[in-house]
Every structure is written in C-alpha cells, then in structure tokens.
C-alpha cells in the first residue's frame, strides 16, 4: 500500500499534492457553501403559528447576530434582566430568534396615567396562571389595544382600524403598506426550549423585573429581556433555607432528552455551557483544557454526555484528530517524552503502548523475529547505559519521565541490572532513591521488592 | 516463605488460570436486580439502540522506516439502552433506566503466529494480543432521585471519573443526597482489567503487563513480566457537595487490592520462577478536587491526587479564570504530576521526579460564531543532579575515598555497582536537582455558519536546550473545514496538516509532515450516517502512508 521514497521524490509528491489538497479546500470552504445571507440566517425556527407568512424583507430578526429592530434601541444594562453582565445576549438554543414586527413603548405605555395603574398583568395577565415555558404570554389585543386604540381585533381576517391616527394599523404593525393593501408582517416567536412555571415563580414572590429587568422603563420588549441563565442562578444557586423550592439541577430548567439527560441539539444550534459556568468554555482550547472540569466535576458533564461520549476518544478505537493530528505514528514518540502525562490519560503504556511496540520491535522483549540485528532505538549503549553517567544517559530520563520508558520495558529489562545480584539475577545497580524508606510499602505490598531482592535480603528487614 | 499480607513466596513456576467467581457472581446480581425492579404493569419505556462500525486500514512503519504492521481493523460497537422503566417521566422524581454498551476490536491485520503460543512462527507471538477481542464497555441497572431524591444506585460495570483518574468496575455504587449541601457516595466490587473476560486493560493501573496467561499454558517462561490477570476487589468512598451551583467539590477516595499469584524474580532459579501469592494493595489514593466561579468575574479549579501507597502527592493541579467582559476569558495553569505506578510493580521505587507545567492562556469570542483560544507556557522536567557534570564528579567523589573506582573512572570502565561510586552518585543527586524546560504552545480557531463549520488547531513543543540536553520539538498545526450540502443528506469535510519536529533521540529524525484528509458523510436517513474518510501523510523519512476508514453509525429510539 505504500512505501519509502527518495526525497526529491517525495518532494516532488509533497508539492503536488499541497497544491491539489489546497484546491479541494477551497472548495469545500468557499465553492460549496451557500450564499453568505441563507447561511447565517440558519436553520429555520417554527413559526407562532402555522399559517402565519414569513417576515418581510424590510423587517429585520431580532437576533444576537441579524440586523436591529426598527425600534429597537440600546437598553442600559441596568434595565436588562440580572445576569446580562456575564451573558450580554440570551442563548439562541434556548430563545431562538424572533420577528417582533410591531412598533410598541413600554415605558409610555405605562405612563399614561390611566386608571387603574397599568402593570405587567394588566397585558400579560396569562403569565399569571402559566405553568410552562410554551405558553403564549402575549396580549390579547382585543381586551388589551382595542378598547384604547378603537380598533376591532375580533375577527383576524377582518381587523378594523380605528378612527384616530394611532388607531391605524401602520401605526403599530410594521409591513409594506400595512393595513391597506398589504399585509401587516406577523410575528415569529418561537417557542423557548426550557421548562418554566411563571406561576410558581409569582408565587414565591419573584417580580417579573428579578427576571426580565426594567421593562417598564424601556420601548419595545426584545429577547434582549429574556432570562439570563447567570441571573437564574441568583436564586437557583443558592443554598439552605435561602434557596427554598429553586432547585439547582439542569433539569430543573432545561430540556431533557430520552435518558434524562439534556437536550443540547436544537434547531438553533448546540447548547453549550456558557464560559462563565466552572470554567466550561466548549470553546476551540476546550478539548485539552477538559481534563480539570471532568476530575473536578464529572456530574456536570453527566448533565450532557454519555459514558460513551467520554469513550470515544479515551478509550475509543479510532484515533481522535484533534489530538492526534496527521502522521502521528511518526510523531508522536515527540509528545511521549514532551506530554507523557496526557497519554496515561488515555492509554495503558503496558497494553497499548508496548503491545504495538512489541509488535513492531521497538522492545526488548519483544517477538524476537521484529527485533532487527544491528538496529538500536536508543543512543549507543556506552552513552545511553554505561558508567559513568553521563549527560546522555538513560537514567536522567528516566528520572524526567518514567512512563516513557515504561511504555516500552516490561520489569524484566530494568531488572537485568537493578536487581540485586545473586538469586534475582541482577547487576545490583540500585534504582532507590538517596535515604530511600520504603515505610509500610512492603507489608502492604511485598510483590515489587521480591522482583530485586530474595526474600530473606537483609535490606528488606530494615 | 511467609509474607505480609499472608501470601507465600514459592518457587514453583506455575500459575493458577484466572478465575471467574466475579464475573458469576455479577452476571446472576445484574440479572437478578434487573428482574426485581422491572415494573409490574406494562409500562411506556424508552428503548434506544445504537451501533458504530468502523473500519480501518493503515500500515505502521518501524523507526527505521519499514512497514512492520499491517492493521485492517473492524471495530463494531452496540449500545442497547432502556430508559424511563418505571414508566412516565417527571424531571427530578424516581426513575431507572438499563444500559449496556459492547465492543468487538478485530484486527485482522495481526499475524496469526502473533497471536499463537507454540507454532511455527512463534517468534512473532506477543502475549495478550488477541486478534478480535470483545468487552462491555459498561452496562449497569441504575435508579435516580429514589426515595424523594435522598438515594440513587447503579448496579454492574460502570465507571467513575474523579480526582483519581478513571476507573471502570463490575459491582454496585450507592448515593446519598442529603438536604444538607452533601451527597454521599460509595463503591465497591472488581475492577475492570485487561486478561479477564469481556474486559479491556484500559482502566488498569499503569506499570504491570498482565494478560491471560492461558495461551502459555500458564507457565511463566518465557515471558515472566507478563502477569496472570486475576480479580482485583476495590471500594471508594466519596464526599460531594450538593449545594449552590457557584461551588463544587468532590473528596474521594479508593483502595484496589491485587489477588492472586505473580511471578517475582524475572529469572529462573534451578529451572524454575519464583513467585508469590496473596492478598495486596494494587492502589490506595485520596483526591480532591474542586471548582468554583462568580458570573462575569471569574472562576477557580484545583485538586489533588494522594497516593497512600508512595507516600506523595501524585498529581496536583490548579487553574484561575478572569472573564474581561463577556467575550475575553484569560487565565492560569498549573500541573503537577509524578508518575506513579500499580503497587505490583517495580518502578515506584526508582528514582523518578516531578514534572510541572505552568501556562497561561487566552480565549477570544469576537463573534457569536468565531472564537480564539492560545496557550503558552513551560513544563519543567526536574531530576535529582546535573547531567553535565555528574559524571567527572563522581569519578572525582570516589577518587577521594575509593582509589580502585577512581582507576576505573579515568578507564571510563566505572563498575557502577561499585558501593563507593553509588554512595559518591547518591550524594550528588542529594546536592542539587536539575530543571529542564519544555516550551509549550496552543492555538485554536473555531468558526460556524450553520452550515459548515471551520477549526484550526496549532501546537507547538519545544525542547531547549539546556545542560546540554535537548528533548525535540514539534511545531504545526491541522486546518480543517466541513460543509453541509443539499440540507444536511451530505457532508464534506477535509483538513490539511503540516508540521516540522525533529526527534533527537536518534540521529536523523528530523523532518516535515505533511498531510490531509478528504472525509465525504451520507445522512441517508435520520438514524444513519455513513462517513469515509481518505488520509494521506507524507515526510521525508517513511514516505506515504494512507488510512482508510469507513464508519457506520445507527441510532434507533423508540
């Protein structure tokens, strides 16, 4: 399937196939890929409901990374719910992106002096009784617009405008020619993908401001009021009595997929946690920096991933390329002497590591017929073992980075000098280090001083 | 010979086959936990069903360039999963569910007499290679948030992942949630290791090479370090805060005894191995680790490993965050690690040092769909004495008290079991110890457009040369891009890699790789996919090398 070539050759080939790979990938990245607006619009969110038409042109989402509202202005991060500090913008995967295509101010709204006092129930009074995240929580506009604004919002196919100028449609609704010859541009409010009861939270005495910020204060509502995980955690991390029924799990808010854990898969895009959350950035530094959050906190990671998951590269059988990138075979003895401790991580140096090495002689014990005449892995035996030692000798790295050498020795190797001499067969070379003292070790575990020293060797009586 | 732990030492050379009393005593339990907690009325469960077939081929050259294996691997996984026993599901109330994940790794490149005690070719044989061996990856019966969320369990093969590491065992785990910000937790039962059925070496303890030594007919020659696998019981306990999500810890701590017979000396005495038996410690640790963060500010992670039986510390690690605004994310590294082995083994009583890493490292989002990430830092390689000097030092040490080792030493014939030059060598190591550093380097890129996605990965190792040690380096990275087409049905994915590195532990080892990877994917349904994958890499010492790799992947829920 392949073999050695000279290096001109392979210079030659190496060059050739530079510039094929370079051309398939620019294919790939720039010649496949769809116009640059279809893409970054994404997947498409469901609709409010079934039969409401697409937004038009002329209307901008509202999202994190679309164009603005007409409306929509900056909101001072002190009106913004808790937790937009650390989370600037709400997640796409848990509030998609939506159209609100309706011109509206809050803040005038409410300082209209009308009597009774209008309040968040006064429009949103449903939000009261809700027990999940999928209700609709919006106005009714026949009880909450028509009786101010003169219009009749009875009859959907029919709606009436009113007689004063704010009573027309274009007044509120945004679209080409709304309300004459055209249609006024629908909403697109998807559905959030989390679990929610605002009705518990009203009756725990949680005001709409703790999650949602000043919204009285400001004009059109946009997702930027919508929750911040951070600033749920103001209660749903708290402990004892304080934290009350706000319980902490995941589950308690997110979705859950079959097997309870959740649901991180959404037409949006993928949940990942936020950087802030015990360091769990998934960013592009996350697949080695990992290792803490996992030894630190692996019921977090249980929250989202399988055993399997963890599986497929610790002890998967398909090397994995962000790890290990092309031509490892080649490269990696590199990393064994530079990174040993990430490999342990992953491998067992006596079956992984020294089985194939056994197989392809780079081994002492190993099969006798891959072990090739005149052919030495390490440098000349009167640097790499000889007396005196000296800068190039084994032991300096072995002191450095024991599981190199244990990747590729069985004990047998390291015994033919460092166990004692006579009836264990040594050299007597002593591996110990300076006052070394055992202590319990051989009472507790006797095996490993039996390999070196007979069992009646006077150092094991001290 | 009578030993602590009451084991014998003998001088017979044979050992007993493995025995299988854990495996008939977990199989009935499974089955039998299974039974009882089976619901009574026919309820709706989630089943899920999931199987991976991968098939690779590739050829590993030797140091020297020439093709010494051939490996045409078939690894086919099945997952069978029950979920929601109990019936209808309710977040945070009682609920069981069933797993169970089987593995077959063929390779049918291995040779048979590899594979073959006795033959012909048994120049070849490797023992413990097994050309398709099966293991369950795990499979458990487990039920959470019983008893009104204050108990949970799992019962059957199962792994834990903490301060110490990853460990896989056949037994049973319970779990105490308390109301008071604690969770208790315990384990017990026999540790997965490699020689036992259905078992892969994988969580084992490094530092012993243990197998079935059944092939060998149970004798020792003439492979005495391999090991007779036996069972190996093992219990943890683990404390874990259960309380403000602002703050985690976990305490823990596992003790794993070895069984059985080994074989001590590694030569023979009048014909014979010498070997022992009984009841020992395989690994007795203590960890800790904790995290914690303050949204918008920062965040703290450390922990630490004890191991009881080396009497150190063996791993340690710490890191801090500090959140500049929600789009910048620098921080801190440090690692501390100390090689420690099976207390089966011999090397924990070598001289081995510490190594310790520090770094610092950035990460960037500019974008919602673009993020950065850098490191860079050292890892410092200490050991006890300076290697320029050792030498001439201790010929001079000992020439002062020992005029016989000296003559040795201007001969450059130094007996090194000489007791004079052994003391001179150990008071050297005693003096001073010697740091040599690694220079290390990450980058990483990521960037989306919904439909495709696009990574950079660079690194960079640098050994410096200091003391006149060099350690090599490696500098590169992998460009890789994937993209949907016609809706998600095809993917296209491709990535190029070039790196230069130069290993100096031989001469001549030093070169640019060069490689790239063409990976077409077929979505034919919702529950398939099928991805090949074409890898080609080049340099100047090996030439070419190709893979092959074909995966299926199926996925069933019902």
């Known amino acids: 399937m392949s073999g050695a070539r000279s290096r001109p050759t392979c210079r030659r080939r190496l060059a050739a196939s530079l510039g094929l790979v370079a051309c398939v990938l620019w294919a790939v990245v720039v010649g496949l890929r769809t116009p640059v607006a279809l893409a970054e619009a994404g997947p498409p969110s469901a609709p409010a409901s079934s039969n409401e038409p697409s937004a038009d042109a002329g209307v901008a989402t509202s999202s994190s990374s679309a164009g603005r509202m007409p409306s929509e202005e900056d909101v001072p991060s002190e009106w913004l719910p808790p937790g937009s500090k650390a989370s600037p913008v709400p997640s796409e995967e848990i509030f998609p992106p939506q159209t609100i295509a309706i011109r509206f101010d809050h803040a ?33 506009p026949v009880v909450t617009c028509d009786p101010c604004h003169g219009t009749s919002h009875r009859d959907l196919e029919q709606v009436r405008p009113g007689s004063a100028a704010d009573g027309q449609c274009p007044s509120c609704h945004l679209g080409k020619d709304a309300g004459r010859d055209g249609l006024v541009t629908r909403f697109v409010l998807p559905r959030p993908n989390l679990r929610n009861s605002h009705r518990k939270h009203l009756a725990r005495n949680i005001g709409c401001a703790q999650c949602h910020g000043s919204v009285e204060k400001i004009g059109l509502g946009t997702r930027q009021q919508l929750p911040r995980m951070s600033g749920c955690f103001v209660c749903h991390a708290m402990s004892g009595p304080a934290r009350g029924e706000a319980r902490g799990p995941c589950i308690t808010c997110h979705l859950v997929a079959p097997g309870g854990r959740l649901q991180t898969t959404f037409a949006t895009g993928r949940l990942v946690p936020p950087p802030w959350l015990h360091g769990a950035d998934h960013g592009s530094g996350w697949a080695i920096g990992h290792r803490r959050q996992a030894a630190a906190n692996s019921a977090m990671c249980a929250n989202c991933h399988t055993e399997q998951f963890c599986g497929d590269c610790h002890d998967g059988k398909v090397r994995p390329r962000e790890i290990h990138p092309g031509d490892w075979v080649s490269m990696h003895p590199i990393a064994a002497r530079q990174d040993n401790p990430r490999c342990v991580s992953c491998h067992q140096l006596q079956s992984f590591c020294a089985d194939c090495h056994r197989r392809v002689g780079v081994s002492r014990d190993g099969p006798s017929e891959s072990r090739l005449g005149g052919r030495r892995f390490h440098p000349p035996a009167a640097a790499w073992s000889a007396a005196p030692r000296g800068a190039e000798h084994h032991a300096w790295e072995a002191q450095r980075n024991l599981n190199a050498c244990v990747a590729c020795h069985s004990e047998r190797d390291c015994a033919t000098c460092h166990a004692t001499k006579g009836l264990r067969g040594g050299s007597g070379v002593d591996p110990h280090p300076p006052d070394f003292d055992a202590g319990s070790a051989y009472a507790r575990n006797p095996r490993p001083c039996l390999v070196c020293h007979g069992p009646n060797d006077r150092a094991l009586r001290r | ?259 059985g017979s080994a074989t001590t000396g590694q030569f023979p005495l009048s014909g014979q191995y010498p070997e022992m038996s009984g009841t020992r410690i395989s690994q007795d640790r203590l960890g800790y680790a904790m995290s914690a963060f303050l949204p918008g500010v920062g965040g ?77 830092g050292v890892r410092l390689w200490s050991a006890a004495g300076d290697p320029t000097t050792f030498a001439a030092q201790q010929c001079a040490a000992v020439g002062a008290t020992d005029p016989v080792a000296l003559e040795r030493c201007l001969a450059l014939g130094l007996d090194p079991v000489s007791e004079g030059v052994h003391q001179a060598g150990q008071a050297l190591e005693k003096e001073r110890t010697n740091v040599v550093p690694d220079i290390i380097a990450t980058l990483g890129a990521g960037y989306g457009w919904g439909t495709g996605q696009a990574s950079l990965r660079g690194v960079g190792e640098l050994g410096v040369p200091t003391s006149g040690v060099y350690r090599g380096r490696r500098v590169g990275g992998e460009l890789g891009a994937r993209q949907a087409i016609d809706g998600g049905r095809y993917w296209l994915g491709g990535a190029l890699n070039l790196y230069e590195w130069d290993d100096p532990l031989r001469a001549g080892r030093e070169t640019t790789s060069f490689g790239y990877v063409l990976a077409p994917e077929y979505v034919p349904a919702e529950f398939a996919r099928v991805r090949l994958e074409w890898e080609h890499d080049m340099n100047e010492l090996v030439g070419n090398r190709f893979r092959l790799l074909a995966v299926v992947h199926l996925q069933v829920l019902r």
């Not at chain 1, 129930?121 to 449903?126: L, S």
């Not at chain 2, 469960?45 to 050829?59: F, I, L, M, P, R």
Request: charged residues 20%; proline residues 7%.
């Open chain 2, 1 to 259: 010979v009578s030993l602590p732990g009451g084991g014998n030492a003998t001088g017979h050379g044979r050992t007993r086959p493995p025995r299988r009393i854990g495996l008939r005593l977990a199989l009935p339990l499974a089955a039998g936990l299974l039974v009882a907690l089976a619901p009574r009325d026919a309820v709706a469960a989630d089943v899920e069903v999931t199987g991976d077939v991968v098939a690779q081929s590739y050829e590993v050259r030797g140091p020297w360039g020439d093709v010494v294996l051939g490996r045409r691997r078939l690894g086919t996984t099945v997952g069978l999963f029950v979920y929601h026993l109990q019936g209808d599901y309710q977040p945070l109330e009682a609920d069981y569910s069933a797993r169970l994940m089987m593995r077959m790794d063929a390779d049918y490149g291995i040779d048979g007499a590899e594979a073959s005690y006795g033959g012909p070719n048994s120049t070849r044989f490797v023992p413990g290679l097994e050309l398709a061996p099966l293991d369950v990856l795990y499979g458990y019966v487990e039920g959470r948030h019983l008893w009104d969320g204050w108990f949970g369990f799992r019962v059957g093969r199962q792994m834990v992942t903490d301060a110490l590491g990853w460990w896989s065992f056949d037994g049973a785990t319970v779990r105490l949630t308390t109301p008071w910000v604690v969770q208790v937790e315990a384990y017990g039962g026999l540790e997965q290791r490699g020689g036992l059925p259905l078992s892969s070496s994988r969580y084992e303890a490094q530092g012993v090479w243990r197998g079935s030594r059944s092939q060998l007919g149970g004798a020792p020659e003439p492979y005495p370090s391999f090991q007779p696998a036996d069972r190996a019981p093992g219990f943890g306990v683990a404390l874990e805060s259960d309380g403000p999500n602002w703050i985690h810890g976990r305490l823990t701590y596992r003790r794993v005894y070895n069984l």
């Open chain 2, 300 to 376: 703290l992670r450390g922990g630490f490993a004890y191991d009881l039986y080396n009497m150190l510390v063996s791993q340690a690690q710490g890191a801090v965050d500090v959140h500049l605004g929600s789009r910048v994310t620098i921080g801190a590294d440090i690692d501390y690690y100390v090689p420690t082995f099976d207390a089966d083994s011999i090397w924990n009583w070598f001289v081995h040092d510490p190594s310790t890493t520090v770094q610092a490292r950035a990460a960037v989002r500019p974008l919602s769909r673009l993020d950065l990430s850098a490191s860079a």
């Open chain 1, 108 to 140: 005038a709204h409410l300082g209209l002096g009308v009597k009774p006092k209008l309040a968040c129930p006064t429009c949103h009074g449903k939000a009261l009784s809700s027990d999940s995240a999928r209700d609709r929580l919006l106005p009714n």
